[in-house]
């Protein structure tokens, strides 16, 4: 991946990037969510290795709590990205952390600075870089703030500025990766992005293979609409990870959001096979499967969804998009129904039902007062500064007769619309100039 700079990163930080928090990375028992629901999971019990010995540090500080970021999907679905840990958190293995000596020329077959697990003490005469590491390592295992953290960065930076061989050096890379992701999830929980990415930033400086730091810079990424290089991250995280479910959840998003729905389906049926009662997984292959035409497959996984979890907001409004595009309008209300009491402040599903209310072929599911209040509740929700949101408050005013409001909606939309919304949007400009409102077609079986 291209090195992401500083500079970049102050302009992401800098605008209004992410629209609102409603769904997605998944795994609840390890995700990274921002509530309402959030789409970036994170940092895991990190199992670190050096030489022969491994150790996990995921008791050394205390778990940040799961958080995730919200990419804008198509058709409004919001999937979120998880920051979330590994599924099986290693403790601390048992035995003493022995430092071997680690001056240069030693034939012993351990020779360098290590962590040997042992349970008898072994009289060792260490390197000044090689106490250091010891101390780092004593600091981690119980720290517990930011400023715990950037002390054991210190202390590896103190012990690098010593020219360690070459085992040791790696020791305290991998050490100062692991603290500098570790304070970026701390950073980051305390909602200060920019200060978490440099971390981020400097944890993978410290070890390109750290890649509990190079998924968490992904989600940061994506937060701020920078796929391409979040992409990238997620790619290399799934080279280095394969076992890390959530990496192949949020790739899925990614995937998602730039509309390469099999790619999206292929990651989310990975994460599936290893997570196979995450909810939210099968919600967002769902909506892939119906942007695919598949309606029979996006059914069952709306269907799997609900199942697991019956509260899931996402998964019935998946499915009352589903029902009404195929034109079973009563089940779609009743499923927008259920969507609203699970999640009453979700734009998404009130763009859903505005639709319906505005546009339905059949009258019966009309309304011209519930349909402009849902739609105001969109503009509550969103801003007027989406096109699609201003197609829709155009739609619900001609489906009230108020056509002179429909028609300035209609061309403030266009206006801010891409080539491909506006051919739709000038068609139904036409219908309101001439006194109609917009009914979506009628479904013939």
Known sequence: MKSC?????????????????????????????????????????????VTT?????????????????VLPGAEGDLPTLTRRRNETPLAEPPG??????????????????????ATTPVEVAPTRAAELLASARQGAVVAKSAGD????????????????NTITAKGLHRLAAWASNRRGELLAKAGDDHAAFEQFQNAITHDPACWEALHNRGVTLARYSQTTDALADFNQVVLLAPQFSVARQN??????????????????????????NDAMLYAARGHAWRQLGNTHKAANDYGQAIQLDGTLAEAYAGRGNLFAGEGYFEQAVEDFKKALEYDARSAVIYKSVAWLLSTCPQSEFRSRSKGLEAADRVRQLMGEEDPMVLDLLAAAHANAGKFREAIAFEQ???????????????????????????????ITR
């Open 5 to 49: 700079s500083l500079e970049k990163v102050n302009g992401m930080l800098s605008h209004e990037g992410i629209r609102g928090e409603v769904i997605v990375m998944m795994n609840k028992d390890v995700e990274y969510r921002s509530q309402s629901r959030p789409i970036l999971v994170g940092a895991v019990a990190l199992l670190w290795i």
């Open 53 to 69: 010995a491994q150790f996990s540090l995921a008791e050394t500080a205390e778990l940040a709590q799961p958080w995730s970021l």
């Open 96 to 117: 003493e952390a022995i430092l071997v000596d680690d001056s240069e020329g030693s034939d012993t077959g351990v020779t360098g600075a290590r962590f040997a697990l």
């Open 149 to 164: 953290l950037n002390d054991v960065i210190e202390q590896c930076r103190r012990a690098l500025d010593e020219n360690p």
């Open 251 to 276: 790739r899925g998003e990614i995937h998602r959001q730039l509309g390469r729905w099999k790619d999206a389906i292929a990651d989310y049926t990975v994460a599936i096979e290893r997570t196979p």
């Open 412 to 442: 403030r939309a266009i206006l801010l619309a891409g080539v491909e919304e506006n051919f739709a949007f000038k068609q139904r400009l036409e219908l309101y100039r001439s006194g109609k409102p917009f009914r979506t077609p009628k």
